[in-house]
């Protein structure tokens, strides 16, 4: 027997015992003489089934679901209800069944059956709560030996008292919380879990001296979520911590148990964003886990991020296919993916080669795609217009063919917003292979089983290669000039975290129109076109200014802000949907979603041969006008080929 076996079975044991121990207690507790001797002479009939049928009442209340060392509310509230059945059913039995008929007179009665629910509860209860609180005492005496690290947590008490929750429980370790700060002036005075809240944000300075003056000096600041919020002002907070010298680290996760809890330091991108967006952790689970996966480009930024998702939501299988080998060797050295019980291979393999692609897809017989290989650099695409076309195009329709032969379920192809209304040829590259999607989708509406083809149009990814925080960071560090190209120039946000589960949620719902009829009897809108709610877009001169001041510097006067004038490709606003696609109302929470506007496969076959033709002979000219003809916004873009003379920096004062 396992050990884990074993444990429950002495738990069960334990509260059958004391269902038994309940009932003896009580009839020895509430009578005496003959009216116990009569009772202790009938209790062998009547306490077998009845402690058998409490089993049952435990199983079904999840009694044997959580462990001793974690008891809470929840599972006293579990006991609460499973010994109130009980009692319950005594008093149906007593009052109504048996009693009167069997033995003349009600054989516990009213009292004794409140006296039964009271000594019951605490028999179940008790040991409990003693066994947590003695796993309790000995986890404090072994962090008070092993915590090395005085820190002050800082943000709401809720937050706080999960972290120190996990404290207690080693989740998080060598940490010694001495004090809490909160922004909010309600939490002034309390103490949880026995740290006390010693002042808000703004008394930071003060109390950092005061540990310094009595010989035990704050080494570290730990920032809850709630601590990032725009009401508690970060920005000082995090200016504040440098001006001292501290090092403020956030807590990556406060979910329940706090099981995938990490400390991580804190970054300028934490603070630049509107609150993640949450997603539905079960809906994803449902979708991903036992199924074999295959990622395309894997080793990317975006790519490596999709497959550490698939692989902490259960898949069976994950294969990753990549062109770089360095990449591929890094990202199948993750620690995520080598700790998983997910199955993972790399293959080598580029998205121009057709039959390789082919020969991958049919040997893994994937379940899903994600199809993440892109070549998505503005200005390199400029230059390099027929590698774009090669990999964005030709490589999406080979990835989409191939995946459909192999009998694959869903397909995801990676797109961005540079695809509306496109003015570069990345976008023009990327809303063709959309089109090709939508065909291909087409061409299966109506008929249960086959695959769905859809696209999700990403923001700019904070923390994925050519994004322009790391630029910032990077030239601010230099001392600057932070180069902003124009400063009316905005752009929308996402983290590669809400990129990743935005692809696979989007999955999701296809799979769930996958299967369903399109005879206008239900509610599911099919949808070909995915896109995160990521708010108001972000001015990237003030993006620029806010990252200088969270550093510790003035913009304008410390570090200088340049305008460089824009590139070829570039436009000063990016467009989510185009203003002729229908919307779909999916019901998920975080998401977007439009209908197809395209589905023409043989007039896209027909864009796509005159595209190899112009790509085999060089001719941009001849492919500008083949994305005219497909995209008619294309024609109207107002930059040229050449790159734009770069302006002279010039030193703009701060707002």
């Given amino acids: 027997m396992k050990r884990q076996d074993f444990k429950k079975t002495l738990i069960v044991l334990h ?129 008070e030996r092993d915590a090395n690290t005085p820190a002050l947590l800082l943000g709401r008490s809720s937050d706080v008292e999960v972290v120190l929750r996990a404290i207690e429980s080693g989740t998080v370790k060598k940490l010694k919380p001495m004090g809490v700060l909160s922004y909010r002036t309600d939490d002034l005075g309390q103490s949880i879990r026995g740290v006390p809240v010693l002042g808000t944000f703004a008394d930071l300075d003060q109390v950092v001296q005061d540990f310094q003056e009595r010989g035990t000096p704050i080494r570290r600041l730990v920032a809850t979520p709630s601590a ?41 991108e934490d603070l630049l964003l509107r609150p993640t967006v949450q997603i539905d952790r079960q809906r994803l689970e449902a979708f991903i886990r036992g199924k074999r996966v295959l990622v395309t480009g894997g080793g990317g930024s975006i790519g490596s991020e999709i497959c550490t998702r698939v692989v902490a939501f259960g898949a069976s299988d994950l294969m990753i296919l990549e062109s770089s080998e360095p990449s591929l060797y890094h990202i199948l050295e993750n620690p995520t993916l080598l700790s998983s019980d ?42 390099n217009w027929a590698e774009g076309i090669k990999t964005n195009v030709f490589g999406s329709v080979n990835v989409a063919d191939a995946a459909v032969e192999a009998g694959v379920g869903e397909i995801v192809i990676i797109s961005t917003d540079k695809a509306i209304d496109p003015v570069s040829m990345l976008g023009a590259t990327k ?33 994925s290669v050519g994004s322009v925080v790391p630029k910032f960071k990077a030239q601010i560090a230099r001392g600057g000039p932070v180069t902003v190209t124009h400063p009316d120039m905005v752009r929308y946000f996402m983290t590669t975290r809400e990129a990743a589960d935005l692809v696979l949620t989007s999955a999701s719902h296809a799979d769930d129109g996958r299967r369903v009829p399109l005879d206008g009897t239900n509610a599911y809108e099919r949808a070909s076109v995915y896109v995160l709610k990521m708010g108001q877009p972000v001015r990237i001169y003030e993006l620029a200014e806010r990252m200088i001041r969270l550093a510790g510097y003035e913009p ?40 197809p506007i395209f589905a023409d496969r043989a007039r896209v076959d027909q864009w796509l041969s005159a595209l190899r033709r112009a790509v085999a002979s060089g001719d941009r000219d001849a492919a500008e006008r083949v994305f005219e003809e497909a995209i008619p916004e294309f024609k109207r873009r107002t930059q040229a080929h050449q790159p734009a003379a770069p302006v002279q920096p010039i030193r703009l004062a701060s707002n």
């Fill in 228 to 268: 990032l919020v725009p009401e508690a002002h970060p920005d000082m907070l995090i200016a504040r911590a440098r001006r001292l010298g501290l090092p403020l680290v956030r807590v990556t996760s406060l979910g329940e148990g706090m099981r995938d809890a990490e400390l991580a330091p804190l970054e300028i």
């Fill in 431 to 463: 809303r063709l292979a959309e089109m090709y999607a939508q065909a291909l989708d087409a061409e299966f509406v109506g008929r249960n089983g086959p695959a769905r083809l859809i696209a999700v149009r990403f923001g700019n990814v904070l923390g």
């Fill in 342 to 383: 997910t199955r993972v291979d790399g293959v080598i393999a580029d998205v121009r080669d057709r039959e390789r692609i082919r020969e991958v897809m049919h040997e893994f017989r994937p379940d899903v795609v994600f199809h993440a290989a892109a070549l998505k650099h503005v200005p390199y695409l400029e230059k």
């Fill in 556 to 595: 304008g006067e410390d570090v200088e802000i340049a305008v460089m004038g824009t590139r070829p490709g570039e436009r000063l606003h990016e467009i989510l949907f185009a203003r002729d696609e229908p919307m779909a109302e999916i019901g998920i929470d975080g998401v977007m979603a439009a209908k």
């Fill in 15 to 143: 509260d059958l015992v004391a269902t038994a121990v309940a009932i003896v207690a009580t009839f020895f507790v509430r009578f005496e003489g003959y009216l116990l001797d009569e009772r202790l002479q009938h209790l062998p009939l009547f306490l077998p089934p009845f402690v058998a049928f409490a089993g049952l009442v435990y199983w079904f209340f999840q009694l044997y679901r959580s462990k001793w060392r974690f008891a809470s509310l929840p599972d006293l509230f579990n006991i609460f209800r499973a010994s109130s059945v009980l009692a319950l059913t005594l008093l149906v039995i007593d009052y109504i069944l048996f009693s009167p008929q069997l033995f003349g007179f009600y054989f516990f009665g009213k009292i004794t059956i409140a006296l039964y629910w009271l000594i019951q509860m605490f028999l179940l209860g008790g040991p409990r709560l003693a066994f947590r609180y003695m796993k309790y005492a000995r986890s404090r005496h072994t962090l």
